[in-house]
């Protein structure tokens, strides 16, 4: 109680409180500024990897649309036809193959017919297997869709029973008629092994969506394909809607509960955005760590400066105490 007292009540005192004060706003405002750096530091990043993946993606997506759509522009629609396709398969087996060596994420290029039948494939003894079922083939043979290459939503492979997703081009002859389509597959695991190479933290992720509605193309961690947690209302796509199509948001995932910084980018001019989440509990982590020191080396100097300073006042009351008690006696003397 004393040594409260004597803070509060006393000069000296009164200057090691304003001492401390100013120590702790020092180290308050040190804090702040570098929680602040590390934030962002962290969109920077996130927003720098997300630069980086939407270019790998955009040149392959690039290469998809650019190879589908130079088959079906030049493909001789006379070979177009189940029962010319085993006499052509050699020569447009190649040509297949020799288009889809440039798409890094592509698992096949094929030709089907007006039927939706398997004609041509890039992969040595494919199966053939027919595709009228797919919406995207249905949308094209009836010419609901444009004459321009679509990227399918989320299918699985005939061939493999993987998650894919397909670029397609419709097939037509000089009168317009329809006679199939060219597609590409691309290998939605390929791509979440590729956002796996990035360093993002232990919670960090990667994600791909599309535009229209939200869908989960690819994510790192995570399910390919997975669209149990999707949908247009998600805050990075709302924040595209508004009119910016990169950018960083500080959201918590509506997918993890995970609280991050998303650096995204929409892909060139195709329908999807890619994200780039850095949890905050990883870049935070030095941040925690080098706070913690820096708030023990504060307790530590309160620690010490307080006791010397309260030792050195009662040094000085006990001082002043004997000094008072030798003047009374001094005083004494001299009236007797």
């Not at 699985?156 to 419709?170: C, D, F, N, Q, R």
């Not at 869908?215 to 805050?235: C, F, M, V």
């Not at 080098?290 to 040094?315: H, T």
């Amino acid at each position: 109680m004393k040594s409260i007292n004597w803070l509060w009540g006393s000069k000296s005192g009164l200057i090691v409180l304003a001492i401390v004060i100013f120590f702790l706003s020092l180290v308050a405002f040190h804090l702040d500024s570098s929680l602040q750096s590390a934030k962002s530091i962290a969109r920077t990043n996130a927003m720098n990897l997300a630069l980086v993946l939407e270019s790998k993606l955009n040149t392959d997506f690039n290469a998809a649309d650019s190879a589908v759509s130079d088959i079906a522009d030049d493909i001789d629609p006379a070979v177009m036809h189940a029962k010319v396709a085993k006499r052509n398969a050699s020569k447009i087996n190649f040509w297949l193959k020799s288009k889809v060596q440039d798409i890094a994420s592509a698992s096949a290029m094929r030709l089907f017919d007006a039927n939706g039948d398997l004609l041509y494939s890039n992969q040595k003894g494919a199966t053939t297997f027919n595709i009228s079922d797919r919406e995207f083939f249905q949308a094209m043979k009836a010419k609901l869709s444009s004459n321009r290459a679509v990227f399918s939503d989320i299918a699985l492979t005939h061939s493999t029973g993987h998650s894919a997703m397909i670029v397609a081009k419709p097939i037509h002859d000089r009168n317009g008629q329809f006679l199939g389509v060219a597609v590409v597959a691309i290998d939605l695991a390929y791509l979440a092994n590729e956002f796996s190479q990035i360093e993002l933290g232990s919670q960090g992720v990667v994600s791909l969506r599309r535009l229209d509605n939200g869908e989960l193309i690819a994510r790192y961690p995570g399910l390919i394909g997975d669209n149990s947690k999707t949908g247009a209302n998600i805050p990075v796509l709302q924040a595209i809607r508004k009119g910016e199509p990169n950018g960083y948001i500080e959201i918590t995932s509506p997918v993890d509960s995970v609280r991050r910084i998303y650096g995204y980018k929409t892909i060139g001019n195709f329908p999807f955005f890619i994200a780039v989440g850095i949890a905050d509990t990883d870049y935070l982590a030095a941040w925690k760590k080098s706070s913690a020191v820096e708030m023990l080396g504060v307790v530590l100097f309160l620690a010490i400066l307080l006791p010397i300073e309260i030792k050195r006042n009662r040094s000085d009351q006990k001082l002043h105490e004997s000094e008072q008690r030798f003047r009374v006696s001094d005083d004494k003397m001299v009236y007797q």
